[in-house]
DNA sequence: CCCCAAGGTTCAGAATTTGGACGGACTATC
DNA sequence: GATAGTCCGTCCAAATTCTGAACCTTGGGG
């Protein structure tokens, strides 16, 4: 299977995966979302080579999760800022943090905190229901085929055989 | 930089993306999360090389984030859970999953639905900060060092210089 | 004995990704 | 008006990764 064969499935996953899924992408996000818009900043940052920076930021720029604006003429020259879609990603960012900070921080702690301007405290984020608020886990989920699915190929959506989906082992 | 130098770096989201920061390695969560187990369902859902497959179950599982078990003797059969560790990815792949749904989704709406089981309504996952269980979003917070910054190598961690750290355009 | 099943491993060749050099469009400084 | 410097990229050879297909192992069935 190809990179943008991704794209097509009837999965939201593929289909973000196709955009945001690979090592390098997801670190530029990290940067985005630190406050980093300049070319020479990402790669700075990042310590690879301007090919990738160049290639990833064209298609998060395509996929309009960034957006490129000059922010001087004479030379022009642009930087790349997140859009409302790209921050719409920040809970994407965020659950690696936490994820990270969980179970590979050492023994000093978390290399980043994050405040929450609204309440003052320095937070974790927590997986919410939209219907009643409440914490969620995975095994209080079950998923099932929605309208976008396609029934003439259910093989990729529809749960495998097993006992039940998210069971303990 | 090469693909092992992200897991030293002093950031939670190198240090997870080094463990699950690729396209098959995201998409075998997927699968994982749906009920999957058995390394010929994984490999006939994703349609990928054997190779693939075998090397990125290895790794989670080297990871801690699957552990393979036998689920009989005679011959001997193996299959892939998820650990508690494992678990914990998923407010990672959910928030995949919504920005897939919230963006990418087609007429028809999500592929896929999700239930809490709950409150029994399908819903999405809202972030909310662990403090005051308000919802958050990038603008309202502020990322500094932590304890597990290194102060020698500062420029992993601090923000670029910006007018302030995930700023509106 | 031969074939099947699950769960891999091995290997050559194709495709992608990478790093490092180079280019182009300006400005600032002599 | 040379020269150097900045910023953003592109080009190409080399390194890595992916693919497809064959092969291996443990055991069962005809």
């Known amino acids: 299977m190809k990179w943008d064969d991704l794209a097509d499935q009837p999965c939201s996953v593929a289909r973000t995966v196709a955009v945001i899924g690979d090592r390098w992408t997801l ?13 020479e900043a990402f790669q700075a940052r990042l310590g690879i080579s301007r090919t990738i920076i160049a290639e990833r930021l064209k298609r998060l720029t ?57 309440c003052g405290c320095d937070f974790a984020p927590v997986m919410t229901c939209s219907e ?22 259910p093989s990729v959506i529809v749960p495998a055989a097993a006992p039940s989906p998210i069971s303990p082992p």
């Open 62 to 118: 395509d996929e309009g999760v960034l957006i490129k604006t000059p922010y001087q003429d004479r030379p022009v020259r642009h930087d790349y800022r997140l859009t409302d879609k790209g921050r719409d990603l920040y809970p994407v960012v965020m659950a690696i943090v936490t994820w990270g900070d969980r179970h590979y921080a050492g023994p000093a702690g978390a290399p980043l905190l994050h405040r929450h301007k609204a």
């Open 132 to 153: 009643c608020q409440a914490p969620v886990t995975a095994r209080e989920v079950e998923t099932r085929a929605g309208p976008g699915a396609l029934m003439d190929r």
């Open 27 to 39: 670190m530029i996000l990290r940067d985005a979302f630190l406050g980093v818009r300049r070319f």
